[in-house]
């Protein structure tokens, strides 16, 4: 199979780095087009099976619950040991930017 | 269409709302950290709800229990089988940098509720009730000044505190069956109304237990297709729902007329200004790569947990309203405001359940509790002690002065009925034995009030009442009073 049909299109990748936080390089996104196509065609051979009347499996456990009563929390101090940056007991965090 | 052909035409105002219910679980959603809100910052944390690497979530079984009851009582059906996802977004309120939730297999589906604006009923369906966890809480500090959820680009940095993270919430989302700003107001409190009374939920909007947003949208009457939706965010009381979709209403038919377009974007209300401001750019980042939460096993709920949950239900306010309405009689009115909540309605009950005890209710104690910045349920006066306060009055041993004055007693201070009549002198003087040296000593210093009442003056025995209750310090009996002191008067020109 040409790997031309296997490819990511640049604007997939740019659309998945971007929702992933991840600024690629040019040779970068080349090679991921590539590399993500890959790992789609492999898991999409699944598709394959024949599933005709057979419910999708969500877990092959159920009902694992625990009951509501209170455990030990962390102290603030143990919860905020490796911050960055605190200001009192708050996580202190660069300004959020709303998205453009 | 164009502008004088839309101007002409009538709209019609189409809502559903998304309304989000903290669960009153002790724990959180997956992890045993409390529920409290309040805490000092960052305190009620533990690994699983700071998402750090390596952890295991387990759900809590009694959150799970409050959806499917919540879920019956709005007549849904429960999924047999239902499951979580991941909804994966970057927002620093969720350390994880996805939120568990629910996706395609909610817990439940196709509810409705029905409630009253006016006096007509109207019937909202429910599209569907998931089970998610809620994220952190963001205080977004300026230089110079701190800011709760401000305007974002004016921050300087932001500050987390993760107690919120991982508390159990319903989301409750409704099908586009509303047509004004008012029932959906009237909604949100018919709902609200009806988690606390299942004590699902303690739904205290002031304190974010109970969040709301809105999808609005106009389309030409008569017309089937929905018009372009707006969503509404940050709507925090009852009062902001109504001006908020009020507002959007008039913003979005303007533009109609006009022939312009209304934008599908998500706006926030500004409740300082009055108005909705797009949140530009929000929305078409949205795309959440929902997967199935690969940590947490599939919930099944069989037909024995059903029959359980179902058995614990009680009875809800509608039907509790209705019961009243024809025993003992009450007006529409009086019984929805008792079953407007469960607490009220059972103290309504446990003193009697008689017209006499609503009017007392709804006067007298709503003024106490109105005082005290209290509900009527949280006084001391317990539902035994009105009704014998009640009794007390219909036997005349205390006139209904003394009762008001009994009962404040009673919420505020409590004590036993009988012995507070005693210990605060307000036994009323019925006896005429007892008052009859009182009823000679005021015609003995009234003597001209005596002459014109005999001499046909029916007003001047009022006044030798008045004179009666002062010496008794309104303790005494009026009607006896007035019998008496009619009858010895008269008697006392014979003699």
Same mark, same amino acid.
């Given at each position: 199979?040409?790997?031309?049909?296997?490819?990511?299109?640049?604007?997939?990748?740019?659309?998945?780095?971007?929702?992933?936080?991840?600024?690629?390089?040019?040779?970068?996104?080349?090679?991921?087009?590539?590399?993500?196509?890959?790992?789609?065609?492999?898991?999409?051979?699944?598709?394959?099976?024949?599933?005709?009347?057979?419910?999708?499996?969500?877990?092959?456990?159920?009902?694992?619950?625990?009951?509501?009563?209170?455990?030990?929390?962390?102290?603030?101090?143990?919860?905020?040991?490796?911050?960055?940056?605190?200001?009192?007991?708050?996580?202190?965090?660069?300004?959020?930017?709303?998205?453009? | 269409?164009?502008? &004088?052909? =839309?101007?002409?035409? !009538?709209? +019609?105002?189409?809502? /559903?709302?998304? $309304? %989000?219910?903290?669960?009153?679980? #002790?724990?959180?959603?997956?992890?045993?950290?409390?529920?409290?809100?309040?805490?000092?910052?960052?305190?009620?944390?533990?690994?699983?709800?700071?998402?750090?690497?390596?952890?295991?979530?387990?759900?809590?079984?009694?959150?799970?229990?409050?959806?499917?009851?919540?879920?019956?009582?709005?007549?849904?059906?429960?999924?047999?089988?239902?499951?979580?996802?991941?909804?994966?977004?970057?927002?620093?309120?969720?350390?994880?940098?996805?939120?568990?939730?629910?996706?395609?297999? &909610?817990? =439940?589906?196709?509810? !409705?509720? +029905?409630?009253?604006? /006016?006096?007509? $009923? %109207?019937?909202?369906?429910?599209? #569907?009730?998931?089970?998610?966890?809620?994220?952190?809480?963001?205080?977004?500090?300026?230089?110079?000044?701190?800011?709760?959820?401000?305007?974002?680009?004016?921050?300087?940095?932001?500050?987390?505190?993760?107690?919120?993270?991982?508390?159990?919430?319903?989301?409750?989302?409704?099908?586009?069956?509303?047509?004004?700003?008012?029932?959906?107001?009237?909604?949100?409190?018919?709902?609200?109304?009806?988690?606390?009374?299942?004590?699902?939920?303690?739904?205290?909007?002031?304190?974010?237990?109970?969040?709301?947003? !809105?999808?609005?949208?106009?389309?030409?009457?008569?017309?089937?297709?929905?018009?372009?939706?707006?969503?509404?965010?940050?709507?925090?009381?009852?009062?902001?729902?109504?001006?908020?979709?009020?507002?959007?209403?008039?913003?979005?038919?303007?533009?109609?007329?006009?022939?312009?377009?209304?934008?599908?974007?998500?706006?926030?209300?500004?409740?300082?200004?009055?108005?909705?401001?797009?949140?530009?750019?929000?929305?078409?980042?949205?795309?959440?790569?929902?997967?199935?939460?690969?940590?947490?096993?599939?919930?099944?709920?069989?037909?024995?947990?059903?029959?359980?949950?179902?058995?614990?239900?009680?009875?809800?306010?509608?039907?509790?309203?209705?019961?009243?309405?024809?025993?003992?009689?009450?007006?529409?009115?009086?019984?929805?405001?008792?079953?407007?909540?469960?607490?009220?309605?059972?103290?309504?009950?446990?003193?009697?359940?008689?017209?006499?005890?609503?009017?007392?209710?709804?006067?007298?104690?709503?003024?106490?509790?109105?005082?005290?910045?209290?509900?009527?349920?949280?006084?001391?006066?317990?539902?035994?002690?009105?009704?014998?306060?009640?009794?007390?009055?219909?036997?005349?041993?205390?006139?209904?002065?003394?009762?008001?004055?009994?009962?404040?007693?009673?919420?505020?201070?409590?004590?036993?009925?009988?012995?507070?009549?005693?210990?605060?002198?307000?036994?009323?003087?019925?006896?005429?034995?007892?008052?009859?040296?009182?009823?000679?000593?005021?015609?003995?210093?009234?003597?001209?009030?005596?002459?014109?009442?005999?001499?046909?003056?029916?007003?001047?025995?009022?006044?030798?009442?008045?004179?009666?209750?002062?010496?008794?310090?309104?303790?005494?009996?009026?009607?006896?009073?007035?019998?008496?002191?009619?009858?010895?008067?008269?008697?006392?020109?014979?003699?």
């Amino acid at each position: 199979m040409s790997h031309s049909q296997t490819r990511l299109s640049l604007r997939e990748v740019d659309h998945v780095a971007r929702l992933a936080r991840l600024d690629l390089e040019p040779d970068e996104r080349e090679r991921l087009a590539l590399q993500l196509g890959l790992v789609l065609e492999y898991v999409g051979r699944l598709a394959e099976v024949d599933l005709e009347g057979v419910e999708p499996t969500i877990q092959a456990r159920t009902n694992v619950f625990r009951e509501d009563q209170p455990a030990p929390t962390l102290s603030p101090e143990v919860a905020l040991a490796n911050a960055p940056a605190r200001q009192g007991d708050y996580f202190r965090i660069p300004r959020i930017l709303e998205e453009d | 269409m164009s502008a &004088p052909e =839309a101007a002409s035409m !009538a709209f +019609e105002t189409v809502i /559903g709302l998304e $309304v %989000h219910a903290e669960l009153a679980t #002790r724990t959180k959603l997956f992890c045993g950290c409390p529920n409290r809100y309040g805490a000092p910052p960052n305190s009620a944390v533990c690994p699983v709800c700071l998402g750090l690497p390596g952890v295991l979530p387990v759900p809590n079984r009694r959150a799970v229990e409050l959806l499917i009851l919540a879920g019956r009582a709005l007549g849904c059906e429960i999924a047999g089988v239902s499951k979580f996802d991941r909804k994966n977004y970057f927002y620093p309120d969720m350390p994880k940098n996805f939120q568990t939730s629910q996706y395609d297999r &909610p817990l =439940a589906e196709h509810g !409705a509720l +029905e409630f009253e604006v /006016g006096s007509r $009923v %109207h019937r909202v369906r429910i599209h #569907r009730i998931h089970l998610e966890e809620d994220a952190g809480k963001s205080v977004h500090v300026a230089e110079g000044r701190q800011e709760v959820a401000g305007r974002l680009g004016d921050s300087d940095f932001t500050l987390v505190d993760y107690n919120r993270a991982g508390v159990p919430l319903l989301e409750i989302v409704s099908e586009p069956d509303l047509r004004a700003p008012d029932e959906a107001a009237a909604y949100l409190e018919t709902l609200r109304d009806l988690l606390r009374w299942l004590e699902v939920s303690d739904c205290k909007m002031e304190e974010g237990s109970l969040r709301c947003d !809105a999808n609005v949208s106009l389309r030409p009457v008569g017309s089937l297709a929905l018009g372009t939706k707006v969503e509404i965010k940050n709507m925090n009381s009852f009062r902001s729902v109504s001006s908020a979709l009020a507002y959007e209403v008039v913003r979005q038919r303007e533009l109609l007329e006009k022939g312009d377009r209304v934008l599908q974007e998500t706006r926030t209300w500004d409740e300082e200004r009055g108005v909705t401001v797009s949140m530009r750019g929000k929305e078409h980042a949205h795309d959440y790569r929902y997967f199935p939460e690969p940590d947490l096993a599939a919930l099944v709920v069989d037909r024995q947990w059903l029959d359980r949950v179902d058995a614990s239900i009680p009875e809800l306010p509608a039907a509790r309203a209705r019961r009243y309405r024809q025993d003992p009689g009450l007006t529409p009115a009086q019984a929805s405001w008792l079953t407007s909540s469960r607490s009220q309605a059972d103290f309504f009950e446990a003193a009697g359940a008689t017209l006499e005890v609503v009017t007392w209710m709804a006067n007298e104690l709503s003024r106490l509790a109105r005082e005290s910045g209290l509900e009527i349920t949280q006084g001391r006066l317990l539902p035994k002690a009105l009704s014998e306060v009640l009794a007390l009055v219909e036997q005349g041993t205390i006139s209904n002065k003394g009762g008001r004055e009994l009962l404040e007693h009673l919420f505020r201070e409590g004590g036993e009925p009988a012995e507070l009549v005693q210990s605060l002198g307000l036994a009323q003087i019925s006896g005429e034995e007892a008052l009859q040296e009182e009823v000679l000593a005021v015609l003995r210093e009234h003597p001209q009030a005596v002459e014109e009442f005999r001499s046909g003056k029916d007003k001047a025995l009022n006044v030798l009442v008045g004179q009666l209750m002062k010496r008794t310090r309104g303790r005494a009996n009026p009607q006896v009073a007035r019998r008496l002191l009619e009858q010895a008067a008269l008697q006392d020109e014979e003699g």
